[in-house]
């Protein structure tokens, strides 16, 4: 059996002004046999394709993985020069028995609004009618009927935290192996309730989310014959005409089951969406330094989520720390460049004069002026601790940790989400030792950070990924016909 595998990957804040080009993508694209050496039993989707299919003794044809994460906008260069890495791979390879991609669902060009439909559609023709082609989709991802024309199934993370990257990949390729074998006929049914959520309320162990979620699973194990659920949250800040929720339903050759599973399901989350929109208070700035700080310490860590911060380089939060004169306050991965680079040129034990953050956009807070102790100089990469993508590496580039005021900062060249430890450890601290930490993280921190935190307050803050959609002016996604634009959005 001969499987091609493939994999395109950012989430794409349309709003952003900055752009991911080719190069930023060549910075971590793999090919070929490098594909599998690299990501064999890694949690991630392309990570169970692998496993399945080494399992299966199937015949890997590994083609490109250009996966970045939460960024801005796609170029338009780069859609088009992976997809066409993508067919040019498939139609180089005869005798193919299925295909494998692993897309995020929420890239977004300037031109390709949904670019898994277009490259969605590409493979197919490449390929022709007939070929096995199952996708594996980020929970994140915007998707429709249009954006699945064409694919035998398709299949999203069920959790987010994604700690289930690796088994979405594996529900994904047994599905694909078993109909190459003919064991199976997948049929599928895609439902869209209307209802657009921020990220941080996406997370799968919020209520009532839970509980839907829960009616999933149940479902599936009630089920006599195979029955896969995926919930989609989709992603608020991706500005598409398919910007939202969405449940597919894959089942045996049975497209009643399917059918049925997807509308009871979308119904739920219809009837569910003023409290899926909040399901936890969101806090001002103000209101959440005065609750955090004013209570005597419990010796965990308070943790103040700067959530809206897209690109990791807001100082919303640092500023009206710094202004308060708070101490013992860690401020993980910031990134900024120019400050590593000022850092890492006057070495450990320097003062430093530095412009901080806040250069991604206008909206990324103001630059602080501040006087920093180079407390440490930093590795320019990182292994994952928690339980999402443990153990992959991440590159940060030259980085270091500042001392502002009784404030630690660790700023880096590229952008990183501190969702774990890693950016504690590398500099031998530990995030118990401090009183307040910022993240800046929407859903990945928390299987790390809910047991070791006192309390996470989300603080909003007038940034890209802020919680009020409304206030974004969207193009492309109808509000008239969504949650929470119009209180009249249909069902689906
Ligand atoms: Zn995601």
């Not at 002004?17 to 930023?24: N, T």
């Not at 199937?58 to 801005?72: E, F, K």
Request: aromatic share 8%; net charge negative; with cysteine.
């Amino acid at each position: 059996m001969r499987i091609a595998i493939a994999a395109f990957q950012i989430e794409s804040v349309s709003f952003l002004p900055q752009v991911a080009d080719i190069e930023d993508f060549e910075r971590v694209a793999l090919r070929g046999a490098s594909i599998l050496e690299k990501m064999r039993g890694t949690n991630s989707a392309v990570g169970g394709f692998i496993d399945v299919l080494e399992r299966e003794q199937a015949h890997i044809v590994p083609l490109v993985d250009a996966s970045l994460g939460a960024l801005g906008p796609a170029s338009e260069r780069a859609v088009q020069r992976y997809c066409d890495e993508i067919v040019d791979g498939l139609r180089a390879h005869d005798g193919l028995d299925g295909v494998l991609l692993f897309l995020h669902g929420a890239s977004w060009s300037q031109g390709h609004e949904d670019p898994e439909r277009y490259i969605i559609g590409r493979v197919r023709e490449a390929i022709g009618p007939q070929l096995p082609l199952v996708i594996a989709f980020d929970y994140h991802g915007n998707i429709d009927a249009d954006t699945l024309r064409g694919v035998t199934a398709a299949f999203a993370y069920q959790k987010s935290p994604h700690t289930d990257m690796a088994q979405t990949g594996i529900r994904a390729a047994r599905c694909l192996v078993a109909t190459v074998r003919g064991e199976i006929q997948p049929v599928w049914t895609i439902r869209r309730p209307h209802v657009v959520v921020p990220s941080i309320f996406s997370a799968t162990s919020l209520s009532p989310l839970a509980d839907i979620l829960a009616l999933a699973r149940a479902r599936e194990a009630a089920s006599n014959t195979w029955l896969d659920v995926s919930e989609m949250a989709g992603f608020a800040y991706a500005d598409a005409h398919n910007t939202g929720y969405t449940v597919i339903a894959v089942a045996d050759g049975d497209h009643a089951l399917a059918a049925r599973t997807a509308d009871d399901l979308a119904a739920a989350l219809h009837r569910h969406r003023a409290a899926l929109y909040r399901p936890l208070k969101v806090w001002s700035i103000e209101e959440a330094l005065a609750h955090a700080c004013g209570r005597p310490p419990s010796g965990k860590p308070r943790i103040l989520l700067e959530h809206a911060d897209r690109m990791n380089d807001s100082t919303h939060v640092l500023a009206a720390l710094l202004a308060r004169g708070e101490e013992n306050v860690a401020v993980p991965f910031l990134w900024d460049p120019q400050a590593a680079r000022l850092a890492c040129a006057a070495g450990a034990g320097a003062t430093i004069a530095v412009a901080l953050g806040g250069h991604s956009s206008d909206k990324a807070g103001p630059r602080l002026q501040v006087t920093a102790r180079v407390r440490q100089l930093g590795p320019a990469r990182a292994h994952y601790t928690g339980p999402v993508f443990h153990g992959v590496e991440f590159e940060i580039g030259p980085s270091a940790l500042l001392e502002i005021d009784g404030i630690l900062v660790s700023v880096t060249s590229f952008p990183a989400f501190g969702i774990d430890d890693a950016p504690f450890r590398m500099f031998g601290l530990r995030p118990e030792d401090f009183r307040l930490v910022v993240l800046r993280s929407k859903t990945h921190f928390r299987s790390f950070y809910e047991p070791i935190a006192d309390e996470i307050l989300v603080v909003d803050t007038p940034d890209y990924g802020a919680a009020d959609l409304t206030q974004f002016d969207y193009r492309r996604l109808n509000t008239a016909m969504n949650w929470p634009f119009s209180q009249d959005a249909p069902r689906s």
